[in-house]
């Protein structure tokens, strides 16, 4: 049989770098185990941190030993895009890049206009999933309930002294402290902050208007966590419900990548009534962004009243050992090598959808 040569894309202009390297090595560890290596090849191309792409040597290095290149000199924009010559042997892609510049779009449009196979949401999933701004939109056209939130630019952020103040006094009067002041279009928790006064109301826009033009302000919730992972296409199934809990001050970068800071429970301590809503609305907010192949989807459970609000969704979610959605599907009886064989099936089963629409 004629194995698959699957591109395992990674790394990527992203304040999730090192996440994207740690869940590269996963999945490439996926694909080593049987059946897989009968069906792929796995073909490593990395991103640097300055946009350019290594496939071969440097590549493998990276994934081997899950540190990133350092960037050296001036780049030409060509390197930021693959050398054709060196990528036409690919048969399909798995994007597994976290944030900007990879989870949102740009590189899907890439590989859209190259009519090639990839793993993942399109477009329109990506973008729309990656930005909180859209992504709320979305969710509260589709009646899906979540936080109060404010968007905020960067130009009201980084703006002349009468603008910045009356911004501060809005959000401060709409939200109450605490809130979550968050870039957009980041994720893993980089860039945000929980802010309980109006010196750290400034503080923190500041800091997120460095991460992106685009800010958003939620109001601060006290809530479980529960995290739901989505798998399919036009059809897709949604996981066991898992739930984290941690002594940290919320769930940020830290409590996230080392181990023993969360504690991940799988399935989540909670009513089966309540587990089937939040399989519902993970589905509903798949379907609201159009996404496609997996997502994982964050929620507020606020289990004194019985409500269940929708935070996010991540349509390229962490895939490191502490990462929830390969152990929500395992916890559901696909393993891990199996989940990304079923990745790659899905893809296959999107391209060829599109080519027959063409
Ligand atoms: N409105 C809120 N109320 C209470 N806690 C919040 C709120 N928003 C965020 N948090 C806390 O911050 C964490 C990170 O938020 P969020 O999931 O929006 O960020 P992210 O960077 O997209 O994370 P990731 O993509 O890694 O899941 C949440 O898991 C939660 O602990
Ligand atoms: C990778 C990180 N943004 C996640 O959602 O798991
Ligand atoms: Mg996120
Ligand atoms: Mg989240």
């Known amino acids: 049989m004629t194995k698959l040569r699957v591109a395992l894309l990674f790394g990527g202009c992203s304040g999730e770098h090192e996440v994207s390297i740690t869940s590269a090595k996963a999945i490439a560890n996926a694909l080593s185990i ?77 590989l859209t206009l190259m009519q090639v196979p990839y793993v993942g949401s399109g477009v329109l999933g990506s973008a729309v999933g990656m930005d909180k701004i859209a992504m709320k939109m979305a969710f509260s056209q589709a009646g899906i309930p979540q936080v109060r939130y404010q968007a905020v630019r960067r130009s009201q952020v980084w703006s002349n002294p009468c603008i910045f103040p009356k911004l501060c006094d809005d959000l401060d009067a709409a939200l109450g402290y605490p809130c979550f002041v968050k870039p957009a279009n980041l994720g893993s928790s980089v860039g945000i902050s929980k802010v309980r006064s109006r010196q750290e109301l400034e503080a923190a826009l500041d800091a997120a208007a460095t991460y ?118 395992s916890a559901t009886g696909i393993s891990f090598p199996e989940l990304v064989n079923q990745l790659i099936e899905l893809a296959l089963e999107r391209h060829t959808q599109a080519a027959e629409a063409r």
Request: hydrophobic share 40%.
């Open 212 to 329: 992106d033009r685009r800010i958003i302000v939620e109001a601060g919730v006290e809530a479980r966590e529960l995290e739901c992972a989505v798998l399919g296409n036009d059809y897709p199934k949604a996981s066991v419900v898992g739930e984290i809990s941690y002594n940290s001050d919320f769930y940020d970068y830290e409590t996230k990548y080392t181990d023993g800071k969360a504690n991940l429970m799988i399935p989540a301590p909670i009513d089966t009534a309540i587990a089937s809503k939040v399989r519902d609305m993970a589905i509903e907010a798949f379907l609201a962004v159009d996404a496609a192949g997996l997502a994982r989807v964050d929620f507020f459970y606020i289990e004194k009243t019985g409500e269940v609000l929708l935070n996010e969704i991540n349509t390229l979610p962490g895939f490191t050992a502490l990462s929830m959605y390969p152990q929500l599907w």
């Open 34 to 110: 049987d059946p897989n290596p009968s069906k792929y090849e796995v073909v490593p191309i990395y991103i640097e941190k300055n946009g350019v792409w290594h496939r071969g040597t440097e590549a493998e290095a990276v994934l081997e030993s899950g540190q990133p290149l350092t960037v050296t000199g001036e780049v030409i924009p060509s390197d930021r895009i693959p050398d054709p010559a060196t990528v036409k042997d690919i048969d399909l892609w798995f994007p597994i890049l976290h944030g900007p510049n990879g989870e949102d779009g740009t590189v899907q449009g890439m």
